[in-house]
């Protein structure tokens, strides 16, 4: 059964875009059945072009992604998540909707590669940088034997990660 992970920041426009492609990106390539999901409090409306654009030059296929908002996942039409990840600090401090199903939620805030830089190759370098440290974690994350793990085991082995 599909393991479904949603990741949250407040404008779905860069960090959670970026978790939701490198997870999916990473259990593809490991053979995990695993499905990541992003969105927001307040979309954007519109993703960041340099968080696409690093995507891409990973590898990562970006068509059909869009900025969503939560209500988008809060239904109870809304897939099941196992897991619910905030990405920035203010979104960690939001009361969140309710989930269909309970899901085990953590928080692993990454700085806004958005506020880094003034010129194009400091942002790129910045946007780069935190594609990077996200997708690591997402490969840790990719790796994790969901089926095995009670809720509890679930939340000490991601805060571990």
């Known amino acids: 059964m599909t393991t479904n992970v949603l990741?949250?920041?407040?404008?779905?426009?860069?960090?959670?875009?970026?978790?939701?492609?490198?997870?999916?990106?990473?259990?593809?390539?490991l053979g995990a059945d695993l499905q990541a999901y992003s969105a927001g409090s307040a979309p954007k409306g519109h993703i960041n072009p340099m968080a696409i654009d690093v995507l891409q030059r990973a590898g990562v296929d970006?068509?059909?992604y869009r900025s969503k908002s939560?209500?988008?996942?809060?239904?109870?039409?809304?897939?099941?998540?196992?897991?619910?990840?905030?990405?920035?600090?203010?979104?960690?401090?939001?009361?969140?909707?309710?989930?269909?199903?309970?899901?085990v939620k953590i928080h692993w805030g990454y700085p806004d590669p958005s506020d880094v830089g003034t010129t194009d190759s400091e942002k790129r370098a910045a946007f780069e940088?935190?594609?990077?440290?996200?997708?690591?974690?997402?490969?840790?994350?990719?790796?994790?034997?969901?089926?095995?793990?009670?809720?509890?085991?679930?939340?000490?082995?991601?805060?571990?990660?």
């Open 129 to 161: 940088s935190t594609r990077q440290a996200i997708g690591e974690r997402m490969q840790a994350l990719a790796k994790v034997q969901f089926d095995a793990l009670s809720d509890m085991q679930l939340r000490v082995v991601l805060e571990a990660l």
């Open 70 to 103: 939560w209500d988008e996942f809060s239904g109870n039409t809304a897939p099941a998540m196992r897991v619910v990840i905030t990405v920035c600090d203010d979104a960690a401090h939001e009361t969140c909707p309710y989930w269909p199903g309970s899901p």
């Open 62 to 64: 970006t068509s059909g």
């Open 7 to 29: 990741i949250l920041c407040t404008h779905n426009s860069a960090r959670s875009v970026l978790a939701e492609g490198m997870l999916n990106h990473w259990a593809s390539k």
